[in-house]
């Protein structure tokens, strides 16, 4: 039941950054916030797919390890441009990290 608590985490993340993002300059809109949501919508997805389907579950698991990784690493972009607190930024990161750990445990337990 680890996917099924990782897809919940990632789409409560999810709703939790909307209000953040929408903070982000008009210049990002197109850019920056487009990309963070892409990658939890794919993530949301590859969770899906990956509980549902065995033969392709390991690349998806990568998949969506990826994309854990570009998150962090837009959102340390977002912090270094000051569109987003230290605080903020911290609970990003701190969450991120959870899913990214709850993800190791389906990866091997699979």
Same mark, same amino acid.
């Given at each position: 039941?680890?996917?099924?608590? &990782?897809? !919940?985490?990632?789409?409560?993340?999810? &709703?939790?950054?909307?209000?953040?993002?929408?903070?982000?300059?008009?210049?990002? !809109?197109?850019?920056?916030?487009?990309?963070?949501?892409?990658?939890?919508?794919?993530?949301?997805? +590859?969770?899906?797919?990956?509980? +549902? %389907?065995?033969?392709?579950?390991?690349?998806?698991?990568?998949?969506?390890?990826?994309?854990?990784?570009?998150?962090? %690493?837009?959102?340390? %972009?977002?912090?270094?441009?000051?569109?987003?607190?230290?605080? !903020?930024?911290?609970?990003?990161? %701190?969450?991120?990290?959870?899913?990214?750990?709850? &993800?190791?445990?389906?990866?091997?337990?699979?």
């Amino acid at each position: 039941m680890d996917d099924l608590l &990782l897809y !919940k985490k990632t789409e409560v993340l999810l &709703l939790e950054c909307y209000p953040v993002i929408r903070n982000f300059p008009k210049a990002e !809109k197109f850019a920056l916030c487009q990309e963070i949501k892409q990658a939890f919508y794919r993530m949301l997805r +590859n969770i899906t797919v990956a509980n +549902n %389907v065995k033969s392709r579950r390991r690349a998806l698991q990568e998949e969506i390890d990826a994309d854990i990784k570009l998150l962090l %690493v837009l959102f340390n %972009v977002a912090l270094s441009q000051k569109y987003l607190s230290k605080g !903020k930024h911290y609970q990003i990161q %701190v969450k991120l990290s959870e899913i990214g750990r709850i &993800l190791g445990g389906w990866m091997r337990s699979s």
